[in-house]
C-alpha cells in the first residue's frame, strides 16, 4: 500500500482518534488529526514583502520541523506520547531544533546553514515592526526593504521549504502504510 491509496481510505473511513499525520502525497497536502482529514499547506509559499507573510511562511516551516521529530519519535501517534512532546517541541528554539536535524543527519551542513541564516531573519521581525529594520546575510548583508534584499531572501526561503518537503516526504515513506492501515482497523 503507498500514501495515494491508504488517503482514499481515511476518506472513506469513520474517525480514529489514534493518529495524528501530516501528509504529503505528490503536490497535495494532508493534516489527519483524531481522524479528521483536512487539507495541509500549498506545496509553494507565497511570500510578500511583509511582516505577516514572511512570518507565516516561517510558521510553515518551524510545523514541519515539529511534525518530522514528532515522526521520528512517536510516528502517528495522538496519545499523550504524542501530545507530551508537542508540549515540549514548543519549549525547544529552533535553532536547536536545526541542529538537531543535523546531528541526526536529516539536514546537511550546507542546509543547516542556509536554515539557520534564515530563520535568523524570522528572529529578527519577530522583534520589529516592518521588514526595513531586517537585514539578510547569506554572503553579504542586504536590506529586506530593497528590491533586490527581498528578492534574494524570497528565492532562498523558497529553495529551502522545497527541500524541507523533499525532506518530510523521505521522512513520511519510512511509515509502512499497510500496518498502520491494519493498526487502525480501516
Known amino acids: ?35 479528521v482529514l ?15 507573510s514572511v512570518l507565516s511562511s516561517f510558521s510553515k516551516m518551524a510545523f514541519l520541523f515539529d511534525e518530522i521529530i514528532r515522526l521520528r519519535i512517536v510516528a502517528h501517534s495522538n496519545q499523550n506520547d504524542s501530545k507530551e512532546l508537542l508540549y515540549l517541541l514548543n519549549l525547544v528554539p ?12 536529516v539536514f546537511g551542513p ?22 526595513d529594520e531586517v537585514n539578510y546575510n547569506p554572503k553579504n548583508s542586504i536590506s529586506l526593504s530593497s528590491v533586490n534584499g527581498f528578492k534574494k531572501f524570497k528565492t532562498d526561503l523558497d529553495k529551502a521549504w522545497g527541500n524541507l518537503l523533499k525532506i518530510y516526504v523521505v521522512e513520511q515513506e519510512k511509515i509502512n502504510w499497510t500496518a498502520l492501515s491494519m493498526e487502525l482497523k480501516l
Open 94 to 105: 529552533i535553532n536547536r531544533k536545526i541542529r538537531t536535524f543535523l546531528d541526526w543527519g
Open 38 to 52: 483536512k487539507n495541509g499547506f500549498d506545496s509553494k509559499l507565497t511570500v510578500t514583502k511583509n511582516r505577516d
Open 110 to 131: 550546507e542546509y543547516t546553514r542556509d536554515m539557520s541564516r534564515l530563520f535568523e531573519v524570522r528572529n529578527d521581525i519577530v522583534h520589529c515592526v516592518s521588514l
Open 1 to 35: 500500500m503507498n500514501v495515494s491509496n491508504f488517503l482514499k481510505i481515511i476518506k472513506k473511513q469513520k474517525k480514529s482518534q489514534k493518529i495524528r499525520l501530516y501528509i504529503i502525497d505528490k503536490n497535495k497536502h494532508y493534516f489527519l488529526n483524531d481522524g
